[in-house]
């Protein structure tokens, strides 16, 4: 029998069929009885919300750049786009700082995600998230109650992870975005890492010298606090995941599963717009709506009376 990594057989997974009314009832009777909340936010919750990468938008504002190096198989999108092979570092920070800009620094669409939070009103919670753009800071959630795994857009780092310390880049990535020249920033303003004297990158696990900083394992630590906590405490504790797939399904969504096949206190609330799957095994204490989440959030709130 196949199965995914988190263990689960490949056929425990269904689409549920229930009206998408009673899917919404469903979803705000397990938010509302629960005591702890886990939000787990993936890439869609962002798009969901607003944000877009590719397309028109990308174009309009990476549009130098497609002219410089050509439409090809990178500049099609800022994911695409982030993996060029740009020929030097001065070309390197002139992408980069102009993604951090748009992807992040620049970037709200956070009444989607003022939506999400109201969802915890009146109850212990905390997000796990591999979304690098800070909108759930943005929306006013405590960022001592966030876990970004996987960086964001406002840090640099050594490139070859030489020491475990990433630096705050707002700021330079703004002067950045307003010298930059033929797709280029100026040879001046191209950090150096201030130990070893080479590269940095960006603070974005894109390969093995990812730096996992003070702050990333406080961060940790407060999750796993706060899990702890929620599991012994015998309480009911819903996990609402929000736009997470199959790129780095270990990180939320195969552990979201996991919590809820061990532990029978546990309910699970997915939403996604495609890949809204759930264990036909826990079927009872979970709800997987597959529909834009700029519909399915404001509806459980409705549901909720919130």
């Given at each position: ?11 425990d ?25 886990l ?9 969901a ?37 740009y ?13 951090a ?10 009444g ?127 996990l ?67």
């Open positions: 029998m196949r199965t995914f990594m988190s263990g689960v057989p490949t056929r997974y269904i689409f549920q069929t229930e009206p998408y009314e009673e899917q919404i009832k469903k979803a705000a009777k397990l938010i509302r009885e629960a005591d702890y909340i939000f787990g936010l993936g890439a869609g919750i962002s798009t919300a607003g944000a877009q990468y590719g397309g028109d938008f990308f174009k309009g504002n990476f549009g130098e750049f497609i002219e410089k190096y050509g439409a090809g198989p990178y500049m099609q999108d800022m994911y695409s786009a982030g993996f060029y092979p020929p030097d570092e001065e070309s390197y920070w002139g992408y980069w700082s102009r993604q800009m748009v992807g992040g620094i620049e970037l709200d669409v956070t989607l995600y003022r939506q999400l939070i109201a969802l915890a009103q009146g109850k212990k919670s905390f997000c796990l998230s591999t979304n690098a753009d800070g909108q759930m800071e943005k929306a006013g959630y405590p960022t001592e109650q966030i876990f970004c795994t996987q960086g964001d857009y406002f840090h640099i780092q050594c490139a070859k992870g030489c020491h475990a310390k990433t630096y705050d880049a707002v700021a330079r990535f703004r002067q950045m975005d307003q010298a930059r020249r033929d797709c280029k920033v100026p040879f001046y303003m191209v950090p150096k890492c201030p130990v070893c004297g080479g590269k940095m990158n960006m603070n974005l696990r894109i390969d093995q010298y990812f730096v996992e900083d003070e702050a990333w394992y406080d961060a940790d630590e407060r999750f796993q606090k706060f899990l702890r906590e929620a599991l012994k405490s015998g309480k009911n504790f819903c609402i995941d929000c736009g997470t797939g199959f790129n780095t399904p270990m990180i939320i969504r195969f552990p979201f599963e996991k919590m809820v096949r061990e532990h029978g206190q546990c309910a699970m609330v997915r939403l996604n717009l495609n890949e809204a799957v759930v264990q036909e095994s826990c079927e009872e204490r979970e709800v997987g709506i597959n529909a834009d989440m700029a519909k399915s959030i404001p509806d459980i709130l409705k549901t909720m009376n919130l």
